[in-house]
């Protein structure tokens, strides 16, 4: 058996599969509802077909190869099959438009593309006229009758078989350089054009590495990882599925997020790779039910609350729980957070991962308590993307972490963080003025994000250059800070903080509104429609003291005077939001300029 150095992560998958063989890597949901297994060997056959395919029609190295899918083990299928013969992966954000799409796969020069579904298949073909360089259209999905220029994968892996060149792969994969480019991840970008950024196979075997060196002991055993987070975004492609393929764990796929619980409490991970919003809105739905819990339910649980908070240090700097604290910690967690992590299908989990963007203390707080081990972390597309995390021995709510392994931190003008390291990009694809731009002349990567390090190394973001309020007072206010805090009221969906070049701050406030119907109705609040609702004083009032509590900490400059109730939910779809669920602001602004104003009457 040949071993190959481990210099892409091609050469690291063919290692593992010599290691492990036949045992489970994936699990996904059959068509009969039933959970199925993919072993390494089968994985592995399936890759070897699909990159002999791709050789038979005409792939060449450094080629650009599109993949606009959701996940599923197809996506590393298609993946691992594209890296291993050295092509450049694009992936497509299985939510983009059809002019998303079309602007990527122009831009990258793609000459193939992968599609999951047949929406994806349709939107490529829709977009397919104005892609001249564009071939062979490959879907996952089988098809009830042929379709011009599409082949199903079903059919791609039997030509493929039919071709075998075990050669050629072998002289394929050895013959990557580690700086040669892996794939282009486009930026989803809160302004403008989304950019190409470059990541090397180098990018991603050490930062895989660096992710693993944080902790060693901290991921041993077998562990079963949750695949939910596009696979498009680089925390998922390299926490959810390079990091554990690294170290041989297995990994199960998400039906969708409407089915997340459900999957949580089948599969019952012990690894999870999210963003906040998962963390905001599993934290905001227990506090809702609790509200309407009856007296003695909902005085054990404030009670168990309060252990939690004591439970903090214990948690956060693994310690062991002694005395009569430890006693008082047992009797909660019997009562409560052993019943609430069963519920959740979090019983077995060791850690979960927050990353992708800023995660409230009073969420991290939450699990961290009931003792589920959030370890925040930072990073960006650029960086492939981790830079920092918090360590499991030491874990500090409300920081992102210390550096990884060879990573060198700074920071710049106006508190700018600077990050040098293997996992920085190499560039924009075909765009040297922005790559010029992101980069200091001493050779630093310009993150964008504004922090501070204490004493631990610890790396605190108080904000984005980008996203910085100043009032016409001349005050800097940084709006994720306070939209973090707001978000923490279980009345709270979504936010967005107001008052550039105005003289004080207001909020769009997108209600949660199945937790404010419910305490509508226990308030014997009658509505027609969300529209009638907002209105309701009652409700306005509520929203009020909502804000007033949580912002009680904050300077008065920074206080919220005004605030307007929307009854749209901010989505991809309408245009708010990015892929990775971030705040087009811009966007927001000028869809809601009428409101806007009307909250700052001339004077």
Excluded at 381 to 406: F, W, Y
Aim: charged content about 25%.
């Amino acid at each position: 058996m040949t071993e190959f150095k481990e210099s892409s992560m091609g050469a690291i998958f063919q290692n593992r599969v010599q290691k492990y063989g036949d045992e489970t890597l994936l699990f996904y949901k059959g068509k009969s509802g039933t959970w199925e297994e993919i072993s390494w060997n089968q994985l592995n056959t399936m890759v070897l077909d699909l990159s002999m395919f791709l050789i038979k029609k005409g792939i060449q190295p450094r080629d650009k190869v599109a993949l606009f899918s959701p996940n599923r083990y197809e996506w590393w299928l298609a993946d691992l099959a594209i890296l291993s013969i050295g092509a450049v992966n694009v992936p497509i954000y299985a939510t983009n438009s059809v002019e998303e799409s079309r602007y990527i796969i122009d831009n990258s020069d793609a000459k193939m593309c992968f599609v999951g579904e047949k929406e994806h298949m349709e939107k490529i073909i829709k977009a397919r006229e104005r892609l001249p360089n564009l071939g062979d259209i490959i879907i996952f999905d089988d098809l009830d009758q042929p379709v011009p220029g599409v082949t199903t994968l079903k059919d791609a892996l039997s030509e493929g078989q039919a071709h075998p060149n075990e050669e050629e792969f072998h002289k394929r994969l050895t013959h990557i350089e580690m700086d040669d480019v892996a794939t282009i991840i486009y930026t989803s970008g809160t302004t403008g054009n989304p950019k190409g950024v470059m990541l090397t196979h180098n990018n991603f075997v050490s930062n895989v590495n660096q992710a693993y060196a944080a902790d060693p002991d901290f991921l041993t055993g077998d562990h079963t990882f949750l695949s939910f987070l596009p696979l498009a975004h680089s925390l998922e492609r390299t926490c959810g599925y390079y990091l554990p393929m690294f170290i041989g764990k297995k990994v199960a796929f998400a039906e969708s997020t409407d089915k997340l619980l459900q999957n949580f409490t089948e599969i019952r991970p012990t690894f999870l790779v999210s963003v906040p919003r998962i963390y905001e809105k599993v934290h905001s739905g227990l506090l809702a039910k609790v509200s309407t819990a009856p007296p003695i339910k909902k005085a054990l649980f404030n009670w168990a609350m309060g252990v939690a908070r004591e439970n903090l240090p214990y948690v956060c700097e693994n310690r062991e729980r002694t005395g009569l604290f430890a006693l008082k910690y047992k009797i909660a967690d019997k009562l409560i957070f052993s019943k609430l992590r069963v519920a959740l299908g979090m019983d077995r989990i060791k850690a979960a991962i927050s990353g992708g963007g800023p995660l409230s203390v009073s969420d991290a707080e939450f699990f961290l308590g009931m003792g589920i081990k959030v370890i925040e972390g930072f990073g960006l597309t650029e960086t492939t993307p981790i830079t920092h995390a918090n360590r499991p021995c030491l874990i500090k709510p409300g920081t992102v972490g210390s550096p990884l392994k060879d990573t060198i931190v700074k920071i710049g003008d106006f508190g700018e963080v600077l990050i040098k390291g293997p996992q920085v990009m190499k560039g924009y694809y075909k765009n040297e003025e922005a790559t010029k731009e992101a980069f200091t002349d001493d050779g630093f990567f310009r993150t964008g994000d504004i922090g501070e390090i204490d004493e631990d190394g610890y790396l605190k973001i108080t904000g984005r250059m980008k996203d910085i309020i100043v009032t016409s007072g001349g005050k800097n206010i940084s709006p994720q800070n306070i939209e973090n805090t707001l978000l923490a009221s279980p009345f709270i969906e979504q936010t967005a903080i107001i008052g550039d070049n105005r003289k004080y701050l207001s909020a769009l406030i997108v209600p949660d509104f199945a937790t404010l119907e419910k305490w509508a109705e226990g308030q014997g609040i009658s509505f027609e429609n969300r529209s009638g609702l907002i209105e309701n004083p009652e409700v306005t009032k509520l929203y009020e003291q909502e804000i007033e509590t949580l912002m009680k900490d904050y300077a008065r400059v920074e206080q919220i005077r005004k605030f307007r109730l929307l009854e749209r939910e901010w989505s991809q779809d309408t245009g708010e939001m990015t892929p990775t669920m971030k705040l087009k602001r811009s966007i927001v602004q000028e869809k809601y300029k009428n409101e806007i104003e009307a909250m700052y009457p001339p004077e």
